[in-house]
């Protein structure tokens, strides 16, 4: 398989890079960020991504700022940095070739792609290798230099037989990121790789991470490896999981099999026994719901009512723009403002309960564009033909069944 040496732009100078390609086409382009004081030729990052490049997926690795060939100073460096290289990497492969679909970490590597994924768009999965659930787990490696490193600035320390300089900086950039959040939030397919024998990065991170995460997650044990992936057959192993777990993400939708018209299946599934958090899948999109806090929740995402009425405003403003397209109607946007509450029936004159409570929607449409108030109150009738609108005002059958 080829081998490409390259350079880009990081964020205090050129990045020393390599690209590994498939003999053919590549089926999609991955992104490889090496571990900690690491370098792109590690054995980890070279035998993954040419074994990778075997199966038809192109990889490109190189070293972070300061490090291997890369220009910079390492002690200048820190997470930021390395997500920020992350970043300049994936702008090369958009312009140069095709932007990283896939996005593969090992170790503090790991740490950093699941950082950076928000701000690769086109990453559509996401592979860590004995990744820590946290940046600061690094500060274990110099643990006896932590001292000197806070009450002189910098500190000289030994890691992997090789002399680096640790400057406060570094911890003090490590202590402000809150990676929980970002893997909370990363709405990519994850795939979480870890030996349980790994004496570098507990496998209790592994753990972590799974948790944090939302659906589609996978957990794979790389059982008798170590933390560097040093034997061959370890990388080898890697590499067939990682192109055969991710195929399924990058493929497209086969339009024989499957109908845009197709109802789509909902799952939503417990974060944990904790609270109120849900997981949601809805085909290829992901997401999660919780309660306020007010109500017990975490608030980490949307409350039922919230996608309830998320749902009624989407669906009334796509019928809006669908009407005013087949009429040709100068509509220029539309704003939909919903909130929901309970109130007496008693106090709802036009409905037809009249005891009790019910609920209570207030929709407010903002409707832009050089309209006459013949087609502005045109709209607004339009607006209750909405699908999801109609489905709330007719007879509704919920089956619930007990799953096997």
Not at 218 to 224: E, K, P, Q, R, T
Not at 283 to 306: F, K, Q, V
Not at 322 to 333: D, F, T
Not at 370 to 379: F, G, H, I, N, S
Request: aromatic share 6%; hydrophobic share 40%.
């Amino acid at each position: 398989m080829p081998t490409q040496g390259i350079s880009f732009s990081g964020t205090s100078g050129m990045l020393d890079a390599r690209l590994d390609s498939p003999a053919g086409t590549p089926l999609a382009h991955a992104l490889f960020a090496h571990c900690f004081t690491c370098a792109k030729e590690s054995v980890a990052a070279s035998r993954i991504a040419r074994a990778l490049a075997e199966r038809g997926i192109a990889v490109l690795r190189f070293d972070f700022t300061g490090l291997g060939g890369s220009e910079g100073d390492f002690a200048n460096t820190n997470f930021s940095s390395n997500v920020q290289d992350l970043v300049r990497a994936a702008d090369y492969l958009r312009e140069s070739a095709s932007a990283p679909s896939l996005l593969i970490g090992h170790s503090l590597g790991g740490a950093a792609v699941l950082s950076a994924a928000a701000d690769i768009p086109e990453a559509r999965a996401v592979v860590t290798i004995g990744a820590p659930s946290d940046p600061s787990h690094v500060q274990h490696l110099f643990a006896d230099s932590l001292d000197d490193v806070v009450t002189h600035g910098e500190q000289e320390v030994s890691l992997g037989g090789r002399r680096f300089l640790i400057r406060k900086q570094f911890l003090d950039d490590i202590a402000g990121h809150r990676l929980s959040d970002r893997i909370n939030q990363l709405n990519r397919a994850l795939l979480i790789l870890h030996s349980p024998q790994d004496k570098t990065v507990n496998i209790e991170h592994a753990r972590t991470i799974y948790e944090s995460a939302a659906h589609p997650k996978s957990f794979i044990s790389l059982d008798g490896s170590n933390h560097l992936l040093t034997r061959k057959q370890d990388a080898e192993f890697v590499a067939s999981l990682v192109s055969a777990w991710v195929k399924h993400y990058l493929a497209p939708i086969d339009e024989d099999t499957r109908s845009d018209q197709e109802p789509r299946t909902v799952l939503v599934s417990e974060v944990g026994q904790d609270g109120f958090a849900q997981d949601i899948s809805i085909g290829p999109h992901y997401l999660r719901g919780d309660e306020p806090a007010s109500y017990g929740g975490a608030d980490i995402g949307p409350s039922p009512y919230d996608l309830l009425l998320a749902s009624l405003g989407a669906c009334t403003s796509m019928t809006l723009r669908m009407y005013a397209r087949h009429k040709q109607l100068p509509l220029e946007h539309v704003r939909v403002e919903l909130s929901h509450r309970k109130i007496h029936a008693s106090d709802c004159s036009s409905c037809e309960t009249k005891t009790g409570k019910i609920d209570h929607i207030d929709r407010r449409i903002r409707i832009d564009g050089k309209l006459d108030d013949a087609q502005r109150k045109r709209l607004l009738e339009i607006a209750d033909r909405c699908p999801v609108h109609q489905t709330l005002h007719s007879e509704v059958v919920v089956n619930t069944f007990a799953e096997e």
